[in-house]
């Protein structure tokens, strides 16, 4: 494990999922960890399949986090506001310092073909996987420029590289962060800042639970989700899913000194799937 001590981490997405796998192990590392997600009710934001802790929620990551003896800043992250952005990023530096770190895993996604689908859910989902990761890296690679060290990782997926039914929004979004990854990481390259994408397959989370609920709601075929779920686990080559604990031991790697000359990659996490 890197030691992250003298570091602060800012992490999208980090009161669930992945985001807080990544969090806890962030701050296990001895880094200050400002975690944020959407809180509140799926209420007016329904078609996705994203997860809305609520403000008990939020409480408990905060009281959970801070069993590691670091500095801790957990509140409510609406990527797809710069205001809000700017509020959440003040709040969380003068608690925790500047931003040494970026962690995007804000995400979303839907079951739904081009056909028919809707601008409402394509621009949620293209909003908050890649207009959100825009925004968070927009506003702290100043500062990380500035202190010469930064380390950006953003969370994507195969869905990058590998298209898949009913998925294009999704698809298109990871495909847009990679390329921003890549130019992310070449304009930090002379100050000491890399930028890395993370692509797993099928994790589980919650929101890989949700997306597949949907599948099986649209499919209407009787199945369950748990059936769905062990259907998904069989077709991976290591027979299993992917763990939220190994993405976050990847990222945290990513985020220390050993790491410095890994940039502009898009490494995958899959068991051997190719989705």
């Keep these: ?9 800012v992490v999208t997405g980090g009161l669930t999922g992945q985001g807080l796998a990544i969090a806890h192990e962030l701050a296990k590392a001895g880094a200050n960890v400002a975690v944020g997600s959407y809180v509140g009710t799926a209420a007016g934001r329904q078609g996705d399949a994203a997860a809305y802790p609520d403000p008990q929620e939020v409480a408990d990551v905060r009281t959970a986090l801070e069993k590691h003896g670091t500095k801790i800043f957990a509140g409510h992250l609406d990527v797809r506001d710069t205001a809000a952005i700017k509020d959440f990023l003040a709040k ?5 310092g500047p931003a040494d770190i970026l962690v995007n895993a804000a995400g979303t996604t839907a079951e739904q073909p081009v056909a028919g689908h809707s601008d409402e859910l394509w621009l949620k989902i293209l909003d908050t996987n890649l207009n959100g990761a825009f ?3 927009r506003e702290v690679l100043p500062g990380m420029i500035g202190r010469k060290w930064g380390r950006i990782v953003n969370i994507g997926s195969t869905a990058a590289t590998v298209g898949w039914k009913d998925n294009p929004a999704y698809c298109a ?10 130019c992310v990481a070449l304009e930090g390259a002379p100050h000491g800042v890399t930028c890395v994408m993370v692509s797993p397959t099928w994790v589980e989370t919650e929101l890989m639970r949700r997306n597949v609920e949907q599948v099986v709601a649209r499919e209407g075929k009787g199945r369950t989700a748990e059936e769905a779920m062990a259907e998904i686990a069989a077709q991976n080559p290591q027979g299993r899913i992917i763990q939220p604990g190994e993405i976050a031991a990847l990222v945290a790697f990513l985020c220390g000194e050993q790491a410095k000359g ?14």
């Design 135 to 137: 925004r968070m890296m």
């Design 262 to 275: 890994i940039t502009m990659e898009n490494i995958q996490i899959t068991g051997g799937a190719l989705w």
């Design 1 to 9: 494990m890197p030691d992250l001590s003298s570091r602060t981490a």
């Design 92 to 96: 969380a530096e003068s608690t925790c």
């Design 173 to 182: 979004s990871k495909a847009g962060l990679l390329g921003l990854t890549r």
